[in-house]
């Protein structure tokens, strides 16, 4: 296909206006938020009990709770866990940044693991060489919604004696072995934000299936006290506390959400079975892969370039740019996903957090070491990729999808124009 990219001065494969936003706004979301703004609460009220009980019932989760994000609730799962100063904790080298920086929060030492090129999700294989005397937890990051192969690290965890955080911030719905994420570990964080699979603006979900856990997150959540704002409060702070409360108009718009998520769930998993069928024999592209037993949620489609095949293994990151500025100029919203890998964040390379080099410096500490090149999979995921969100959304529908691999094969057949 010879034609001129619309970067260079062609027409774009996708007109302007052609892709629709996300999230859809319906009567449910109007008739909840409106009736919520005419109530009496606007904090912890009557939205935000009723959403931790439907969300629960729909994750499968013995008890939920609702938090202003999903940082809050990943924070949470770090203290419900019973992690303290100096303890390590082991997650992924390649994530959003908070799946990281939620173990600093507590004082406690991320030790990071190198990714499964294949699923961009920890390497499973890489886990038991990083644990320690210190460990007390692993979080795994169901990372673009593609799950783990959670009874792997559930078998390592008991081997271990060490706990399991999931980070399913991007993995509503995501199922493995026919079970959904957020099921599998000792709790779960799910965040809400605006482009995630639920969005409320903002907002997140600690789950839990255990009442102590349940105990030691509530108090975190709400300035260290033991009781709830619907329980009659002594006002008396019994441990270290923050403020991670939602209120009530988020979680009215979050309640209205849920009850449209799993059609959401099935129109982008249709979505992206056009996409892919679209891409499947374009030379240069490495499309995403779920391990055996994974139904992954389709949260961001990221596939990579494989740079190596198409002679730019010296500039793979710049050509990416290059190539994902062609795309966009097709009208495909993509883009990278997180430019650094996590270990390379100054935060961790400084190591200090705190000041004065906490929680690194602190005296029970055991030496971390955090240099780059025990990642080359994180890095070489990092420098190749590129995601997209929106395209596979509803309302967005096939026929979109089908113009966004029109749009691939494309950019991908005329590369001589970006060089
Ligand atoms: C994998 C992952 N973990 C954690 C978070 C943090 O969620 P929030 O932005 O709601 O704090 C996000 C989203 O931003 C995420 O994608």
Redesign the pocket.
């Known amino acids: 296909m010879k034609t001129t990219l619309a970067i260079k001065g062609g027409t774009p494969v996708i007109a302007a206006g052609a892709m629709q936003k996300w999230p859809p706004i319906d009567e449910i979301d109007r008739q909840l938020v409106l009736a919520s703004l005419e109530g009496k609460n606007h904090a912890f009220g009557p939205n935000c009990t009723a959403f931790e009980q439907e969300f629960a019932a729909w994750n499968g989760s013995k008890h939920a709770i609702t938090t202003n ?3 809050a609730a ?1 924070h949470m799962g770090i203290v419900a866990c019973g992690c303290g100063t100096a303890d390590e904790v082991i997650v992924t080298a390649y ?2 940044s ?2 990281a920086t939620c173990i600093l929060h507590h004082s406690c030492i991320p030790v990071f693991v190198d990714i499964d090129f294949d699923t961009v999700n920890i390497d499973v294989s890489k886990i038991e060489a990083a644990i320690t005397p210190r460990t007390k937890a692993i979080i795994v ?1 169901h ?1 673009h919604g593609i799950p783990v192969a959670m009874d792997q690290v559930m078998a390592i965890a008991q081997r271990h004696g060490l706990k399991v955080i999931e ?1 399913a ?2 993995a509503h719905g995501a199922t493995y072995q026919g079970r959904k994420v957020g099921t599998w570990g000792h709790c779960a964080a799910f ?1 809400f ?1 605006q482009n995630k699979c639920l969005c409320s603006g ?1 907002g ?1 979900m600690f789950v839990t299936d255990d009442e102590e856990m349940l105990r030691k997150a509530r108090q975190l959540w709400s300035f260290g006290e033991t009781r709830t704002p619907t329980q009659s409060r002594d006002y008396h702070v019994y441990a270290m506390g923050w403020m991670y409360r939602n209120n009530d108009l988020t979680a009215a718009f979050g309640r209205a959400q849920l009850t449209k998520l799993d059609g959401y769930l099935a129109a982008q998993r249709a979505n992206a079975r056009v996409l892919e069928e679209g891409l499947r024999q374009v030379p240069g592209l490495i499309l995403p892969t779920a391990p055996p037993g994974a139904v992954p949620n389709q949260y961001n489609y990221t596939l990579r370039f494989d740079m190596e095949a198409l002679g730019h293994a010296e500039d793979a990151s710049a050509f990416r740019y290059h190539i994902a500025e062609a795309l966009r100029a097709e009208g495909v919203e993509t883009g990278v996903y997180q430019p650094f890998i996590l270990p390379a964040m100054t935060v961790f390379q400084a190591k200090d957090g705190f000041g004065q080099g906490h929680p690194w410096s602190a005296p029970q500490a055991r030496p971390v070491d955090y240099a780059l090149d025990q990642y080359p999979a994180a890095q070489k995921h990092c420098d190749r990729h590129t995601g997209m969100t929106t395209p596979l959304r509803a309302p967005n529908g096939p026929e979109l999808a089908a113009q966004v691999a029109e749009a691939f094969r494309k950019v991908m057949s005329n590369l001589d124009q970006l060089q």
């Open positions: 994000s999903g940082t990943l994530s959003w908070s799946s990051v990372l980070d911030c991007q965040s934000n903002e997140g």
